[in-house]
């Protein structure tokens, strides 16, 4: 199915979430036709990059099917290049027009985060570099007097946001052409709904946490 725009692509997923929470999901595209019919190539309508943690499966919690969506998954939703070359592929190959970075409450990678901060101590091993993805958001919170773990999460949702805006030209261009939005979502593991905290490009109204500052303007 081609995707015309980022807002039907971002309607259809807000769609198949309130499914998910009113308990009546679709299960679409799940059966062996579809498998079949994407067998040969694929055209997602989203890239989520969302965190790995095991109650976060994009599919389910936006009731989608095979080839519906581009999934990218680390520990905090932190985003190295790796990252960033899996988003550049679906949004310039792909030509996927909606990008969704999908962290939750009660973070993990947060806590961590906060822990080391608090402690002065560095985790083991690579859980240093997923901490040390999460510093920059700790620091803006910090700053803005913010101490409560949810709104802290909502800060670092809009902080990656701008992180994909900032070091990925290939998506600030698409954006800025009005092929391709960038929006982010915090989803609430106990409702199962996902909170729309920031957007940019959906030629609607920016819905920022003010203490992240800012992650650049809607386009129409």
């Known amino acids: 199915m081609p995707w015309s725009s980022p807002e039907r692509a971002l309607d259809e997923l807000r769609a198949g979430n309130r499914r998910f929470v009113a308990g009546a999901p679709y299960h679409p595209n799940q059966d062996a036709d579809r498998r079949a019919a994407v067998a040969g190539g694929q055209d997602p309508f989203a890239v989520i990059l969302g965190c790995s943690d095991s109650r976060l499966a994009a599919e389910i919690i936006f ?16 985003a190295g290049p790796e990252v960033l070359g899996s988003v550049e592929y679906a949004v310039s190959v792909l030509h996927t027009p909606l990008v969704v970075v999908l962290g939750h409450d009660s973070c993990g990678a947060v806590q961590a985060a906060r822990q080391a901060v608090a402690t002065g101590t560095q985790p083991p091993g690579h859980l240093g570099a997923v901490v040390d993805a999460v510093l920059p958001s700790l620091r803006r919170a910090a700053e803005a007097g913010v101490e409560e773990i949810d709104e802290i999460v909502d800060i670092h949702i809009a902080q990656t946001v701008q992180a994909l805006l900032t070091n990925s030209a290939t998506l600030a261009e698409a954006v800025a052409a009005g092929r391709c939005a960038v929006v982010g979502m915090s989803y609430r593991l106990s409702a199962g709904e996902a909170r729309t905290v920031a957007e940019v490009g959906t030629g609607g109204t920016a819905a920022v946490p003010a203490q992240a500052g800012p992650v650049g303007q809607p386009t129409a």
Request: no cysteine; charged share 25%.
């Open 63 to 78: 009731d989608r099917g095979l080839g519906d969506l581009f999934v990218v998954r680390t520990a905090g939703h932190t």
